[in-house]
């Protein structure tokens, strides 16, 4: 069965700095990998994918994330972070045929200081 | 941009009553789905929707719940009796097409109270 964990439940960075989220995935043949960020009062936003090719994504909003088969991770990078990140992180991991369920972590949540 | 769309944000009901949780998919999507979040909790993924028929299904989505694709823009989730437990945030997913077979969109979610 596949799983996700995301180790952190809260981050706080200050605004400017960097930030890397964390997450491990358990799935037995090649998984298709996503990140979605969720702010207060909206839907999960689709922020990068992995599917196969360059283990190092670019995503939206300056996000990237860099695909680790040896340590089946799948970590979230941004080198400054904005006060307008501040929200939920999630990790997802799904078996890459169209219709595939996708299976969650269970979120970080990003705290930005000014 | 092309978004799904759910519809009410925020439903409150009794136990034991019945729920509809309505979603408008993307155009040109092939896939649907539903996932629930219980407060504190992970998203879950509960069902997927394909030509018009359910082709996979957690345990989770029990005969409690059903879906539909009543005119073919429209997407339901039903709740039959309503029980405190299904008290959650449900999310509605659209994706597959040509150009991005596996790609997910979500709605902003529904709210589910059961009181």
């Known amino acids: 069965a596949q799983s996700v964990t995301q180790p952190d439940i809260h981050i706080t960075v200050s605004e400017g700095a960097s930030l890397e989220l964390r997450c491990n995935y358990s799935?037995?043949?090649?998984?298709?990998l996503f990140w979605y960020v969720q702010s207060p009062g909206q839907g999960l936003q689709l922020l990068l994918k992995?599917?196969?090719?360059?283990?190092l994504v670019q995503g939206i909003k300056g996000f990237e994330a860099e695909f680790k088969r040896s340590q089946s991770s799948f970590n979230l990078r941004k080198p400054s972070v904005h006060w307008s990140d501040a929200a939920e992180y999630f990790c997802a991991v799904g078996a890459g045929a169209a219709g595939n369920k996708l299976t969650f972590g269970g979120g970080t949540r990003v705290l930005v200081k000014p | 941009e092309p978004e799904v769309t759910q519809t009410p944000s925020h439903q409150v009901t009794q136990m034991g009553q019945e729920v509809i949780l309505r979603c408008v998919p993307i155009s040109n999507h092939l896939y649907f789905y539903w996932y629930r979040q219980i407060l504190g909790q992970k998203v879950e993924f509960l069902v997927s929707?394909?030509?018009?028929?359910?082709?996979?299904k957690s345990e989770i989505f029990d005969d409690q719940f059903s879906v539909e694709r009543p005119d073919g823009s429209n997407f339901t989730l039903k709740i039959r009796s309503t029980k405190l437990e299904d008290s959650a945030m449900y999310f509605c997913a659209s994706g597959g097409t040509l150009i991005a077979k596996n790609i997910q969109y979500f709605g902003a979610g529904t709210r589910l109270s059961v009181l």
């Open positions: 799935y037995g043949a090649t998984p298709y």
């Open positions: 929707f394909y030509n018009n028929e359910i082709s996979e």
């Open positions: 992995y599917f196969s090719g360059d283990t």
